[in-house]
Structure formats: C-alpha cells, structure tokens
C-alpha cells in the first residue's frame, strides 16, 4: 500500500507540539515513554510476553496531561463546539498525513516487509456513530476494505486480548498498519496486534498520534523539562528518532 505523497508544506502550525523521542535507557523502545535506565517501561515489558504483540509501534508526539497538546487529543472528539472538534480534527489529520508520506518507507524497511492494509483502532467505549480517527483516516484516503471492528463484550481496558476485536476482511500473510489517536496503556492496540496476527497477518505495527505522558510522574517530569524543548518536525523519524531526509 502507497504512502501519500507530500508536496507542499503543512497547512497548520504544530507548535507547541513535541516529537516523541527515541533515547535508549531513557525513553521506552517501544512506546517512548521516559524509563530510568532500562530497554522498556514496566507495561511493554509485560506486553512482550505475548508472542503476538505489534513488531513496531510509532508514536509521533507526546499528549502531555494539562497541556494543549493533551487537550488538541482530546478535544477533536469531544469538544462541544463543531468548528473547535474540526480544527482539532485537521491538525491531526495533517500530523498522520505528514508521517505516513515521510516514514511508511522506515516503517516498513523496519518491520521487513512493505505495509499492505491500515486499519483504525475503533472505539470500545460506546462511542455513537463513527470514530472520528476513521473519518480522518478515510479523508486521507489510508483506508482498504479490512475493517477492525469490536467484539460484542469488548471492554476498554487494560488487558490484552485478541477477542476485543474481529477483523473483518483477509489479512492473511500481510504488513498491517493499525492506527491509533493516543497511547496511554497500550492494552488497546496490542490486543488489535494479537487479533489480526490470529487472522493471518504476517506483520504489525502501530501509528499512535500520541503517547500520552502524566505531567505528575517524576520521569515524565524530568523529560519534559529536560528534552521537550523543540517544536514538533515532521521529518523526525518516529522509528529512528532521527531526521530523515
């Protein structure tokens, strides 16, 4: 499956918006979050005793709990203004535009194997009518036939279980691309992974807009004071954490 392609600079301003960071022993190396002199945070550690789980995540900012960036993920779906959830909506589309036509190659050279099907994550919470993370990514033209959808018991939670979701579609021997507005656990998009590795797919990874970060926790504390001083850019890898060309 083809990346978008990319022309013309972005429409809207991502400051003060900040690239989630790739430092080994000081952010996690799999959903970058701070950790204090280990590979992993506690709960990917945990997550990685499942044989299934996604080969490759990529979170591309981080929502930082009180600050605008925490509030632009919050409100594109919830703010009760139409025009404040759009505007939000449209910075988000653009940050997933702009990382799937800079960084689909690295994600794909990364997991051994080009990306076939993108699939979104849809919501466990009684959320009526489409998920707006669908919308954005069908206006962006990322979508194919398969469909991840939820199971009828389907809990937003922090285990991990394939029988959240039913893949709807053939994924069988396929790179597939999850996407997802905003890591906090993960419990979600793992247990995404572990349901289309059960439906055949030969890959995983996983496009998080955001990893969501606890202001209060001292190690988030610390990076935010120490490393988040530069404005969002678009060519920062999110598998590399270094710029790509």
Known sequence: MTAPTTTHAPVFTLAPLRNALRKPSRTCAVCT?????????WRCRQHRRAPDVADLVAPLIYAIDGASSAELLRNYKNHPKRAERERCARIVGELLRMAISHHQPCIASSVGQPVATRVVIPSLTSRMGTHPMVSIAHSLDLMSDVVLAPSLDARCDRAVDADKFIVEGTVVGQHVMVIDDVWTTGSNAQSASLALRRAGASAVSVV??????????????????????????????????????
């Open 33 to 41: 979050t701070p950790v204090g002199g280990y590979r992993f945070c």
């Open 208 to 245: 998080v807009i955001a990893r969501w970060l606890d202001a209060r926790h001292p190690l988030c504390l610390r990076l935010i004071r120490d490393q988040l001083h530069e404005n969002y850019d678009p060519l920062v890898c999110p598998v590399t954490g270094h710029r790509c060309a």
